[in-house]
């Protein structure tokens, strides 16, 4: 080798070596202290605007988690889902006159605007008020990474593809959440987020009278809850009355959702098969129900890790997308 050939080897690898460590920085971005000089009070601000967003209506401590769930699995952690832009995520099945909550974020970003103009993103602000919601619902907390920052465009297929439906199968949830780097566990902790908030008649109708083609309701949905729903959700309905996923604590973090799952009270089909098929058995969401269900502290503990694992789907850092000044648009 040629003295010019082996400087040359030499300075490629050195480059080699350079774009892999560049790589790992980018992923390890995201840390807890991102805004301590930028914006000391985020977090407080954060916390004051979610706590006054409950008190006026308890159920947005639901609505805001579920925006961080639905707004991580398309196209990352990134705020598209809040883009008011033509082919919005917000416009997509999953989202449309179900998704809430925008107004709250709206309150948010502005006050901490006031504090720190041009600094926070949207999605990170988001990822903060997702676990406060569960915090301030007597759930569990966990340290937000932070880092993020907002995409420029929203991705409409993304929502109508990658989100999870009720009427899906455990295999094809489980393979969504496997898209975005989510496992099994992760799959039955999160789902444990349905121990807050409301589903409409439309998510869960099926299961009521003629499920599957059956002529019959769904043999695996408890009896008592059956009849309760048939009544809510009549066959002449419009399916827009709300039932609560957990019945006896609609508003507390706790892990009575497994509990449910165990009595056949789960609210969505997607719910009760990961107890009740049997897939919930060969791809082991069963055993994990009867876990949580039993154990409190390791449900929590286990749903604080899988959100922080959520939170860091493909989040946009460094100069990739920018810090929006208002959540719902780009920056002109
Ligand atoms: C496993 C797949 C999932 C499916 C199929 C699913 C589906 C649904 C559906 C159909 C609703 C009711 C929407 C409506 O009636 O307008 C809902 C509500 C909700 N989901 Fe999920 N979800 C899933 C996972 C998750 C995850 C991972 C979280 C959060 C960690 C979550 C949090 C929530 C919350 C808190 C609500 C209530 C929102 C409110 O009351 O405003 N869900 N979900």
Known sequence: MTRSSITFSRRYSLLM??????CLVAKAQLRTDFYQATCPDLLKIVRREVQSAIKTEMRMAASLLRLHFHDCF?????ASLLLDVTDSEKAAAPNLN???GFEVLDRIKSSVESACSGVVSCADILAIAARDSVVLSGGTSWKVLLGRRDGLVANQTGANNGLPSPFETLDVIISKFATVGLDVKDVVSLSG???IGLAKCSTFSNRLFNFSG??????TLNQSMLTDLQNLCPLTGDGSNTAPFDRNSADLFDNHYFQNLINGKGLLGSD????SSDAAVTT???????SYSSNSRLFLSDFADSMVKMGNISPLTGSAGEIRKNCRLVNS
């Open 272 to 275: 009760q098969i990961l107890f």
């Open 98 to 100: 179900s998704a809430r």
């Open 17 to 22: 070596i350079m774009f892999f460590a560049l």
């Open 214 to 219: 059956t002529g019959s309701p769904d043999s």
């Open 284 to 290: 082991n969401t069963k055993s994990l129900v009867l």
């Open 193 to 195: 987020g349905h121990t």
């Open 74 to 78: 398309v196209n990352g952690c990134d």
